[in-house]
């Protein structure tokens, strides 16, 4: 059960800087004023290492995997700056506002610390912006915004096989997502898959295939969902590749949403979709390790046809060679065609 107390109060405009106070408590404790308050675009930021003691937690920057690690009672969770999700195991959490360095420090916003952080380790959390311009309702925040997202399967049922495929290659621009240690992102790794993907399907089936991005720029989850979400697309696959404090861990992780039940297919259509892949990349010779449903997942909502693909691990020596080289990359494209064409094959 997650408790929240909240409260948002009117920020400063643009361009104020290091004014006013926020008051910062894990509930049952006596509030810890913080001072230090940076405003960019109307939004509060605080710097990190500040924030965490007062919960009861601690943080370490990582220069070269770009990673930045809190560490709690239950595990560690990994953030980039730039990177717009907060990662904590399998679990994923869509963040309003990246992570930035400001003036020096590594700064989150204040919805991080009042919303996503203790969603994410079930905290109770007190927060409250101290600065005393006007008082306001709490706004909509960009999670609403990107729940509100109902991807719909549009689908006549007489319609045989897929109308049109969506790709979703992950992070970019100044977000580059996972990084290896020989400086591979996940980004590019994730944007070259794609690229074949849709090449294949182009190519092969004539078929209509929308990226999310087609170069390395940065997109908010929102603009993400909006270039995907078209009502002839059939099937969304969104790429990412990952990073784990063991060089051990390696192999694809496959993701659905958490609720997705039709009555004909209790499992959901992503469910089938996911098994597609994941026997398509098997049988290409890559390792899966799993296939999961994710809670905190940015899948938004609804019942299109929709499966997250951790492709494999940047930390692994293995994967990161087959995820860095083009060959590998390929494969990997051909495999998630393959996996793509059975479960067509089946609508
Ligand atoms: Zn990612």
Do not use: C
Not at 114 to 123: C, D, F, K, V
Not at 237 to 264: D, K, N, P, T, Y
């Amino acid at each position: 059960m997650i408790r929240i107390f909240f409260l948002l109060l009117m920020l400063l405009p643009a361009l104020s800087v290091a004014e006013g106070a926020v008051q910062l408590a894990l509930e049952g404790n006596s509030p810890v004023t913080i001072n230090e308050v940076y405003h960019r675009d109307g939004v509060a930021y605080l710097a990190v290492d500040e924030v965490l003691p007062v919960l009861g937690l601690s943080g370490t920057w990582d220069s070269v995997k770009h990673v930045y690690s809190i560490k709690t009672p239950w595990g560690r969770a990994q953030m980039s700056p730039g990177s717009q999700f907060l990662r904590f195991g399998g679990q994923f959490q869509p963040l309003t506002n990246p992570p930035s360095f400001i003036d020096g420090r590594l700064r989150v916003d204040e919805n991080f610390v009042a919303i996503h952080l203790p969603a994410l380790l079930n905290l109770s959390v007190y927060y409250r912006n101290l600065d005393p311009s006007v008082e306001q309702m709490p706004t909509q925040s960009s999670l609403d915004r990107l729940y509100s997202f109902l991807l719909r399967k549009q689908k006549p049922a007489d319609v045989k096989g897929l109308r049109a495929v969506a790709i979703d290659p992950a992070h970019g621009g100044s977000d580059p997502g996972s990084m290896g240690s020989n400086g591979m992102k996940e980004k590019d790794v994730a944007l070259a898959v794609a690229q074949g993907l849709q090449k294949r399907f182009k190519m092969r089936l004539g078929l209509p295939v929308y990226l999310s991005r087609d170069a390395d720029y940065s997109m908010t989850v929102a603009q993400r969902f909006a270039a995907v979400n078209k009502p002839e697309v059939d099937a969304l696959i969104l790429l990412h590749a990952q990073s784990a404090l063991s060089e051990s861990s390696r192999g694809a992780v496959l993701f659905i949403r958490r609720q997705e039940q039709r009555a004909e297919n209790p499992n959901g259509d992503s469910m089938t979709l996911a098994v597609h892949l994941s026997q398509a990349l098997s049988r290409a010779g890559i390792q899966v390790a799993a296939i999961e449903r994710a809670p905190l997942l940015p899948l938004g909502q609804g019942d299109l046809p929709t499966v997250l693909v951790e492709l494999g691990y940047l930390s692994n020596p293995a994967d990161r060679e087959m995820l860095g080289q083009s060959a590998g990359q390929e494969r990997l494209a051909e495999a998630l065609y393959r996996g793509l064409k059975a479960f067509a094959k089946q609508q």
